[in-house]
């Protein structure tokens, strides 16, 4: 797949004032997984999380497409920028450029208001990342109506690289300045060739996000595999279960609430399958 189109982080509003209940009712999930983070977000003063979901109550939804394969310059896209060869209805737009040292190390380009429901952000992944290889991100920030229609179609389409290219197509393009009349200007090559090959893609990809007790395991098997491998050699496999069964009595709530979790959510991959 040369292009992706993924759910970067979404955010919702609700009414309800007690995060517990909205934890349950609206997650799904038990109460008792969420810690204080010990900072604010979003404008709110205390934040509930557990792993990468916070409650906070305010919303709005980030979609980023991602180029691997070169269809896209950072340099050709803020050129472009700067001399308004842009063909949309956003008319602000900037392009922040970022130094390490006196060494320029990366350009981002905005368009559309701070403020706005609808505003696309620009920018060198790899160099943001430390990576080596070709990876620009363009990255549609959705608040309140824009975002849930984005949302209610996204859910009723079996194409979401199709439905990205629509809403890029009606958003934005970059052009060539051969006609006086903008609407009339030919799309770029490179452009055109990005946003369609965005129509081919059938399905969302997400970053993957491990449940707590994946993280665990992970850990055990990093950190703790080796003395564990000793004891099965040594005192038997059954000795291993009876330290962990032996251990029951000592967890936390939050603990036994992280299994009943993990529980619940192997059922319901079983069900999906």
């Known amino acids: 797949m040369k292009c992706q189109v993924l759910v970067d982080w979404l955010t ?10 909205v934890i349950a009712e609206y997650l799904g999930m038990e109460p008792e997984l969420f810690q204080d983070a010990g900072y604010g ?31 896209l310059n950072m340099e050709q896209i803020v050129e472009k920028v700067q001399t308004n060869e842009l063909n949309s209805r956003m008319t602000k737009r900037s392009v922040i450029v970022s130094y390490d040292g006196t060494r320029r190390s990366g350009s981002t380009v905005y368009i559309g208001a ?10 060198d992944k790899a160099l943001e990342q430390g990576v080596d290889g070709h990876w620009v991100r363009v990255e549609l920030v ?4 824009n975002a849930n229609a984005f949302v209610e179609a996204v859910t009723g389409s079996e194409n979401v690289g199709k439905l990205a290219a629509q809403v890029i197509n009606d958003k ?12 009339r200007c030919t799309v770029c090559d490179w ?9 081919k893609v059938r399905l969302v990809s997400r ?22 491998y000793v004891l099965m ?23 036994e609430a992280l299994i009943l979790d993990f529980q619940s959510l192997c059922s319901a991959r079983r069900a999906v399958v």
């Open 12 to 21: 919702f509003s609700v009414k309800e004032k007690d995060p517990a209940i």
């Open 41 to 71: 977000l979003l404008g709110y003063n205390r934040v509930l999380r557990f792993s990468d979901i916070c409650v906070c109550y305010e919303g709005r939804e980030n979609r980023f497409f991602d180029d691997q394969d070169g269809y």
């Open 114 to 123: 701070p403020s706005s429901d609808f505003r696309v952000r620009i920018y």
């Open 142 to 145: 959705m608040r309140s109506v």
């Open 172 to 183: 934005f393009s970059f052009i060539e300045r051969d006609d006086s009349n903008i609407s």
């Open 191 to 199: 452009w055109q060739n990005f946003v369609d090959e965005l129509d």
């Open 207 to 228: 970053e993957v996000i491990q449940h707590g007790v994946e993280r665990i395991r992970d850990w055990i098997e990093s950190q703790v595999g080796p003395s564990l």
């Open 233 to 255: 050699k040594t005192m038997g496999i059954l000795d291993i279960y009876n330290i962990a069964a032996s251990s029951a009595g000592r967890i936390s709530s939050q603990q």
